[in-house]
T-cell receptor, first 113, second 111 residues
Framework: DADVTQTPRNRITKTGKRIMLECSQT?????MYWYRQDPGLGLRLIYY???????NKGEISDGYSVSRQAQAKFSLSLESAIPNQTALYFC????????????FGPGTRLTVL | QKEVEQNSGPLSVPEGAIASLNCTYS??????FFWYRQYSGKSPELIMS????GDKEDGRFTAQLNKASQYVSLLIRDSQPSDSATYLC???????????FGRGTSLIVHP
């Protein structure tokens, strides 16, 4: 079984709709992250959380919100989706201890029409 | 602003050759350095990590770190077509431990 899972894997929605992307992990890591990836722009950090009570904005948080429901769950919401939020979204985790390398989920491909 | 720079490529090498991928970073206090491989449409996968100056070898992969010159490189020996992917360099600065990613280098290994 995958250590970091994301649902849905693909989603097509319309402008103005609210959408939630979910991430779950079984690695027991404290830290979780949401990234978006666009062609040619690399990975950009949206939000990150170091524990259940800690939520921090990344470099491109406008138009997004998050919820850390438990150590293992971190959800990303688009309150009112717009076409330029069309992208590949990744959830990642890392351990508080150790090298802090990140482990990525399989990604969600989101298309906003 | 902390920056991580990579040549976007594509870097094209013949099968069996050595592929050399480079990454420079701006934050002098960076402590941890990672290379991820990403196939098209898939998620990044960690392939190497390095923390101290010098070389670190793992199979066909060698990571090289030079903190004085602020660069980290990845060598892939005996390149295979299955190595064709985008390689992302990530640097963890001191303090916040939020990694900064480069935009990646596309590698094409042709038969």
């Amino acid at each position: 079984d995958a250590d970091v899972t994301q649902t849905p894997r693909n989603r097509i929605t319309k402008t103005g709709k609210r959408i939630m992307l979910e991430c779950s992990q079984t690695k027991g890591h404290d830290r979780m992250y949401w990234y978006r990836q666009d062609p040619g722009l690399g990975l950009r950090l949206i939000y990150y959380s170091f524990d259940v009570k800690d939520i921090n904005k990344g470099e491109i948080s406008d138009g997004y919100s998050v919820s850390r429901q438990a150590q293992a769950k971190f959800s990303l919401s688009l309150e009112s989706a717009i076409p330029n939020q069309t992208a590949l979204y990744f959830c990642a985790t890392s351990d508080f201890q150790g090298a802090r390398e990140q482990f990525f989920g399989p990604g969600t491909r989101l298309t906003v029409l | 602003q902390k920056e991580v720079e990579q040549n976007s490529g594509p870097l094209s090498v013949p099968e069996g050759a050595i592929a050399s991928l480079n990454c420079t970073y701006s934050d002098r206090v960076s402590q941890s350095f990672f290379w991820y491989r990403q196939y098209s449409g898939k998620s990044p996968e960690l392939i190497m990590s390095i923390y101290s100056n010098g070389d670190k070898e793992d199979g066909r992969f060698t990571a090289q770190l030079n903190k004085a010159s602020q660069y980290v490189s990845l060598l892939i020996r005996d390149s295979q077509p299955s190595d064709s992917a985008t390689y992302l360099c990530a640097v963890n600065p001191g303090g916040s431990y939020i990694p900064t990613f480069g935009r990646g280098t596309s590698l094409i290994v042709h038969p």
